[in-house]
């Protein structure tokens, strides 16, 4: 059984910095790729960031320059770095993981404030 721990979320204000992080454990062998997807209320799933096991990356054009993907494989671990969040921000956000199956993290709220 995989389980993914997600941590980090909360309130901010506009402008402000969190970090979220996402552990993968139980029988999870060769992870390839581990990402983040958020999503606001009333709308749909949208992706985030990526990264691969070489730690090539990928952004969504709203939060590039802004927001840091990296990962700690010898953990299963990703993380997101966020900076200068803005309201728009404001969603549940997911961590997903790709190995033979994708798993997904239970959620974890970030909430902007203006």
């Known amino acids: 059984q995989v389980q993914l721990v997600e941590s980090g979320g909360g309130l901010v204000q506009a402008g402000g910095s969190l970090r979220l992080s996402c552990a993968a454990s139980?029988?999870?062998?060769?992870?390839?790729?581990m990402g983040w997807y958020r999503q606001a209320p009333g709308k749909q799933r949208e992706f985030v960031a990526l990264?691969?096991?070489?730690?090539?990356?990928n952004y969504a054009n709203s939060v590039k320059d802004r927001f840091t993907i990296s990962r700690d494989n010898a953990k299963n671990t990703v993380y997101l770095q966020m900076n200068s969040l803005k309201p728009e921000d404001t969603a549940v956000y997911y961590c997903?993981?790709?190995?033979?199956?994708?798993?997904w993290g239970q959620g974890t709220q970030v909430t902007v404030s203006a």
């Open positions: 990264i691969s096991s070489a730690g090539t990356t």
């Open positions: 139980g029988s999870i062998f060769r992870i390839n790729f």
């Open positions: 997903n993981v790709q190995s033979i199956k994708e798993y």
